[in-house]
């Protein structure tokens, strides 16, 4: 089995800056796409940013130009720097992965953590 574990987030003042983390441990051989997504209050969940396991990023373009994605392939480790934050970024965030077990691959979520942008 599988878990993804979510971290980093909490109350912030618009204009600040939050940095989330995503920790993957269990039966893990591989991993390849790793992406972010985030679900405001009475919204769909959203996918924000994604990174390849190459290191390529990609991004929401309600996001791009204030969040950077990276990751650690050594520590099976994600992170989502959040700059420029803006009330409309309030949301859950939700890691996501596929990750490889033995011969199978499965897609994998945590169990997300709030930001919260207010004055």
């Known amino acids: 089995q599988v878990q993804l574990v979510e971290s980093g987030g909490g109350l912030v003042q618009p204009g600040g800056s939050l940095r989330l983390s995503c920790a993957a441990s269990g039966s893990i051989f591989s991993i390849n796409s790793m992406d972010w997504y985030r679900q405001a209050p009475g919204k769909g969940r959203e996918w924000v940013a994604g990174?390849?396991?190459?290191?390529?990023?990609t991004y929401a373009v309600s996001v791009k130009g204030r969040f950077t994605i990276s990751r650690d392939n050594a520590k099976n480790t994600m992170s989502l720097q959040m700059n420029s934050l803006k009330p409309e970024d309030t949301a859950v965030y939700y890691c996501?992965?596929?990750?490889?077990?033995?011969?199978?691959?499965?897609?994998?979520w945590g169990q997300g953590t709030q930001v919260t942008v207010s004055s």
């Open positions: 996501n992965a596929d990750v490889r077990s033995g011969q199978k691959w499965n897609n994998y």
């Open positions: 990174i390849t396991s190459f290191g390529i990023p």
